[in-house]
Structure formats: structure tokens, C-alpha cells
């Protein structure tokens, strides 16, 4: 990881560069390596090439940790230290992962990627990997193969295997004959009006007892004519 600055300027100058971190506006110490707002040591020397490249002045600053020299941008100064550190020039520098190389984007494979890796929370990655953390094949007890309600759904009408139907009391309840009687209570007086035990026959007072029981289902109050006037029903609740 390095920074390397590279620039042209008459030959024999005294130069010298910093460096801004734009992100937070902090300067690059060169005391202790460091960003800070008020540097112990803020320029530093920039020496010219040689030979054929006479007139270049370049330098390879060197670390440069991705702790200090986070993801950004930064800017490069050029100062002429021979008039009071006056700057010359500035070059704009993209930093990543404590370098200024270029980032070259490669081909990468997500799923390559093991789960939750460095996934913040609540990240799909995340969720991903702190949960679907077994096979699916070991959660599930279906043997497999054609599932008969999904390849040939079938409704109530059409299914004509009545095995083990059977018709519950609170079927009938719920079906209203008149108000206040279901078809339940309603088959009491008409079971004990057909086989039950009746008494008082021309007294004008005719009591039915239920069918197959001793209860009283029917009092009925008659005339001479056998006419009923008046009926109390005693239905089972």
C-alpha cells in the first residue's frame, strides 16, 4: 500500500507536499503518520528525479494503512518550501484500501461468499447466514413424489368415500325449525305423538309422554270435539 506522487517543475526547485484527507478535512502528519486538523509536521520533502528525468519531482509515501488512509478522496499539495511553503500546485488522489492503485473490478461470485461473513445485521447476508443454517432436504418429511391435492384437487361434492362421516348433535341444533325449536328438539314431539304413551283422552286434558321415555312431552287442553286449544311443549334442551 503507497501513495506515489509524481510532478513536474523547473529543475534546482526546493519543493515540498502534503496531504488532505477531503473526507473529514484532516492533514496527513508526518511525525507520527497520522490525520489530524493541526499536524506537528505538515510538509514534507518532495525530491527531483535525476538524469533524463530531471525536472520530475517524486516521492512513494509508504504505509499507508486503510486505518489511516480510509476509502475517499485526497488531495496532494505542492508546496515551494524556498517561499514559505506558497503552493505550486495540487493533484487529486483516490485512495482504497490504503492504496492509490487503480481498482479494477473483477468477476466475483456472490454465492461464493460464505454466510454471514461481514454482514452487518439485518442485512439480507446476515439473515441469510444466522438462520438457513441447515439443509432443507433435513427439515421436511415428505418422501416425495406427486402430492394428489396439488395434481388433482378435488372438492367436497366430488368425493364420494363418506367413511367415517358421521352426523353430531350440534348439526341438528344448529338447523331452526321454528323460533326457539332445531330440528333436534323438533323430532321429540313428533316421536312421542307417533309411539308415546298417551293419557287423559276426552277428558279435554290430553298429556303424551316422549317415545321411549317417561318424560311429558305434550299437554294439549281439547274440546268436546277433540280439538286442540291450547299446547304446551316440553322439549329436551
Request: aromatic residues 6%.
Amino acid at each position: 500500500m503507497a501513495l506515489r506522487i509524481r510532478y513536474q517543475y523547473p529543475t534546482g526547485s526546493l519543493l515540498g507536499y502534503s496531504v488532505e484527507r477531503l473526507g473529514d478535512g484532516t492533514f496527513f502528519d508526518f511525525n507520527d503518520s497520522t490525520f489530524k486538523a493541526s499536524p506537528t509536521t505538515l510538509v514534507a520533502a518532495l525530491p527531483e528525479d535525476t538524469g533524463s528525468f530531471a525536472g520530475r519531482y517524486k516521492i512513494t509515501l509508504a504505509s499507508t494503512p486503510a486505518s489511516q488512509f480510509t476509502d475517499g478522496d485526497y488531495a496532494v499539495t505542492i508546496h515551494n518550501t524556498a517561499a514559505l511553503n506558497a503552493v505550486v500546485g495540487e493533484l487529486a488522489v483516490v485512495m482504497h484500501a490504503g492504496s492509490d492503485a487503480t481498482v479494477i473490478p473483477g468477476p466475483s461470485d456472490p454465492w461464493a461468499t460464505q454466510l454471514p461473513a461481514t454482514y452487518p445485521a439485518g442485512t439480507a447476508g446476515a439473515i441469510l447466514g444466522g438462520n438457513l443454517d441447515a439443509k432443507v432436504s433435513t427439515r421436511s418429511t415428505y418422501a416425495g413424489g406427486p402430492v394428489a391435492s396439488v395434481t388433482a384437487p378435488v372438492t367436497v361434492g366430488a368425493n364420494n368415500d363418506k367413511t367415517g362421516y358421521a352426523l353430531s348433535p350440534a348439526g341438528l341444533d344448529a338447523i331452526q325449525v321454528e323460533a326457539g325449536v332445531n330440528a333436534r328438539q323438533a323430532l321429540s314431539p313428533i316421536l312421542a305423538a307417533s309411539a308415546g304413551v298417551l293419557l287423559g283422552a276426552g277428558t279435554g286434558t290430553i298429556v303424551i309422554k316422549g317415545g321411549n321415555v317417561a318424560v311429558t312431552r305434550i299437554t294439549a287442553t281439547t274440546d268436546n270435539a277433540g280439538n286442540r286449544t291450547a299446547v304446551v311443549l316440553s322439549l329436551p334442551s
